[in-house]
């Protein structure tokens, strides 16, 4: 009778598994595809391209366009960054929370003229503004010449006691050239051209200027927010033109003022 009840456990144990494993939705759902169309990327790049162009203005351009009406400026930088230090009366929304619904309760009327900023416009700061740009490796020190030809054992030394000629070295060829003679033709060594340079070797890499504010230019666009300017300037951190507010810009005042 235990023998009885022990098996028919151990069964409904084993239908229990088997139920639980052919439910997994890993075996029974056919996902769609992922919500990624780089045909849309690409046809939203194009057309932002044409647009952006007459978009990017100057400091003093972008200063008196914030002093109007109907216009924000956008900071979608990290909100930490932010919080540290952004020109004054910027708004922030991170770039990775960009979505329709974050957007729209930010900036409600699509009509508003947004002015956006990114690291790569301001220098003087990198701990704040750390410019995202990619710089190839420095190339290695160490190449080597291939062309070159190995250097000639040497076969003729002195020994340092006694002074004679050490002739070993000239021996032992000798005896090499006894056991096996080889023509004169094919004693020369062989000539090994140099190596061209890989496509992708450090020299051939150029920088690459990975700033956010292509990316926010062109979601908000895709979002519907036309009426986009972006900075187009370099400016250093101390210009008198810029008026920065945050955690940063708090504690220097601070400090200066002890």
């Not at 230019?217 to 507010?245: A, P, T, W």
């Amino acid at each position: 009778m235990k023998t009885f009840i022990s098996l028919f456990l151990v069964g409904q144990f084993l239908f229990y598994l088997s139920m639980n494993v052919n439910s997994t939705p890993e075996n029974n759902t056919n996902y769609p595809k992922a919500l990624v169309s780089f045909d849309d990327f690409t046809n939203l790049t194009n057309e932002v391209e044409k647009v952006r162009t007459d978009r990017l203005v100057n400091l003093e351009t972008f200063n008196k366009l914030a002093s109007e009406e109907h216009t924000i400026i956008l900071d979608a930088r990290s909100k930490d960054k932010y919080k540290n230090r952004h020109i004054k009366g910027a708004i922030n929304l991170p770039f990775t929370e960009f979505t329709q619904d974050a957007l729209e309760n930010l900036i409600p009327n699509k009509d508003t003229r947004i002015l956006i900023y990114c690291n790569n416009n301001f220098m003087g700061d990198q701990i704040n503004f750390a410019s995202k740009t990619f710089v190839p490796p420095a190339p290695s020190s160490f190449s080597q010449d291939f062309s070159e030809p190995a250097p000639e054992p040497k076969t003729k030394r002195k020994n340092k006691k006694s002074g004679q000629l050490n002739l070993e070295p000239i021996q032992q060829v000798n005896k090499q050239q006894q056991v096996q003679q080889v023509p004169a033709q094919q004693t020369a060594a062989p000539i090994v051209e140099k190596v061209p340079p890989i496509n992708n070797s450090p020299q051939n890499v150029k920088s690459v200027k990975l700033a956010l504010n292509i990316p926010t230019f062109i979601n908000l666009y895709g979002y519907g927010y036309k009426n986009i300017y972006e900075l187009n300037e370099l400016v250093n951190i101390n210009d008198s033109r810029v008026e920065f507010e945050g955690r940063e810009v708090r504690k220097r005042f601070s400090l200066g003022s002890n």
